[in-house]
Nanobody, 124 residues
Framework: QLQLVESGGELVQPGGSLRLSCAAS????????IGWFRQAPGKEREWVSC????????YYADSMKGRFTISKDRAKNTIYLQMNSLKPEDTGVYSC?????????????????WGQGTQVPVST
């Protein structure tokens, strides 16, 4: 079955860290770039980060640069999002999705096989 499954979300205090996972099944990550998105309560979904199919190129939204790191484990067919120095405004549902065209395609509608998302509340 072709799917992406996110995990790792939990309540974290401001300044804390969390690592999210995006496990792929039914296809190999070597053929697709993977993007992370988040949706805060009452807001539209926004792009967070993307990693190329080779894993050699990574991209981040400006507000995440220096705090978030996206990585790939080929053996586990899994993408990770390490989030450090978390802020309350990082709160949201984080989802991953794949895109054949690569990270340079910024159109959200070109991503497919969205996972169900994992919740990340950042609060005291």
């Amino acid at each position: 079955q072709l799917q992406l499954v996110e995990s790792g979300g939990e309540l974290v205090q401001p300044g804390g860290s969390l690592r999210l996972s995006c496990a792929a099944s039914g296809f190999t990550l070597d053929d697709y770039a993977i993007g992370w998105f988040r949706q805060a309560p009452g807001k539209e979904r926004e792009w967070v980060s993307c990693i190329s199919s080779s894993g050699g190129s990574t991209y981040y939204a400006d507000s995440m640069k220096g705090r978030f790191t996206i990585s790939k484990d080929r053996a586990k067919n899994t993408i990770y999002l390490q989030m450090n120095s978390l802020k309350p405004e990082d709160t949201g549902v984080y989802s991953c999705a794949r895109i054949k065209a690569g990270c340079g395609d910024l159109l959200e509608k070109h991503y497919d096989n969205w996972g169900q998302g994992t919740q990340v509340p950042v609060s005291t």
